[in-house]
């Protein structure tokens, strides 16, 4: 059975919905709030897989600005849309006046005008937080530089689908600590009790001050959060395994460096051999096979990157439906 949210926690969150108006950083929500958008995501997951109709967002529409290329974003939140009843409108930067100098405040102030809630994914994080600071309407972050909060909520999702509870497991990522991906791990896996360890290179560990914050946050849910420059450290009785390409996108001229840099942090079948004898291995994707991941992890039975890849869209219907409806 799938972890049971505390009673009382699990009515406030009822009771209350989210206490955000908008979806920027996984440290903005309350475990209590993260739950009730795993629990509603389960939900409307059942619902699909039923064929039936759940059109919560009938008439709403979602403005999508994309800065950085994607699929598993653009489709999820374009499919989950349509699955809610709504529609949603593709902005790429380069067709809207965005891309051509106008301000993100102005974008904000128009764009609120003509829909019901903004998607952003972008390069920098202070640009999401601009947008929302001036928009009327419910802003999400599909993606910034510095976070990555609705793949680390589908992340969550597909954890408890297969290990059945969160709080107590052990998650360890390997790889870029100073990536979006190992920033709003650290939030999210902290929020729900989860520890985590994160083991990098130097000159790669995760942004002070969020790891600060996720130390102060996992004070109050009983998680620790270890910081090493040792994989084998890192990964030693882990439930969960989580990498990332180490050249993300803007970063392409520093390949090189990064292929070196990383040397010794690529998960394979003998490092994970210190982990627990079921983890479960997890990658946002895409993935570069025989970089930071080796194909007989990837594809092997721990994997359940695919499952992963899903949930984005069940994840992200949960987020529409409290914020848009």
């Known amino acids: 059975m799938l972890e049971a949210i505390n009673a009382e926690e699990k009515n406030v969150a009822t009771e209350k919905q989210l206490l955000v108006n908008d979806f920027i950083q996984l440290s903005d929500l309350s475990s209590a709030e993260i739950h009730t958008l795993l629990n509603e995501a389960l939900e409307l997951k059942k619902l699909q897989k039923e064929g039936k109709s759940h059109p919560f967002l009938s008439g709403k529409v979602l403005g999508m600005i994309f800065e950085k290329s994607s699929t598993r974003t653009r489709v999820s939140f374009e499919v989950g849309m349509l699955q809610l009843g709504g529609h949603a409108i593709f902005l790429s930067s380069k067709d809207i006046q965005l891309g051509r100098g106008e ?10 005008r003509y829909v019901d809630g903004i998607m952003i ?7 999401v937080e601009e947008l929302a600071e001036h928009a009327t309407v419910p802003v999400i972050n599909g993606l910034t530089d510095l976070h990555h909060p609705t793949q680390v909520l589908a992340d969550l999702l597909t954890i408890l689908e297969h290990k059945g509870k969160l709080a107590g497991l ?13 920033h709003s791990l650290m939030e999210g896996a902290v929020k729900v009790g989860m ?15 969020i790891t600060e914050r996720a130390i102060q946050m996992g004070a109050e849910t009983n998680s620790s959060v270890m910081i090493t420059h040792d994989p084998l450290q890192a990964i030693k009785d882990a ?13 392409e001229d520093e390949t090189a460096l990064r292929l070196k840099a990383f040397e010794g ?7 994970c051999k210190h982990a627990k004898a079921d983890f479960l291995f997890l990658h946002c994707l895409p993935a ?32 529409l439906k409290f914020l848009l409806s």
């Open 103 to 112: 301000s993100i405040s102005d974008t904000a102030k128009v764009l609120s």
């Open 121 to 127: 994914r972008t390069f920098s994080h202070e640009s």
């Open 170 to 182: 052990k998650l360890c990522y390997i790889g870029d600590g100073n990536n979006n991906m190992a």
């Open 195 to 209: 520890d985590i360890s994160i083991a990098s290179p130097p000159g790669f560990l995760p942004n002070g001050k």
């Open 239 to 251: 439930d969960v395994i989580v990498t990332d390409v180490w050249t993300s996108m803007g970063q």
């Open 265 to 271: 942090f690529q998960v394979n079948q003998e490092l």
């Open 288 to 319: 570069h096979r025989g970089e930071e991941v080796t194909a007989e992890i990837i594809d092997g039975s721990h994997s359940v990157v695919f499952d992963e890849a899903e949930n984005r869209l069940h994840a992200q219907k949960a987020i």
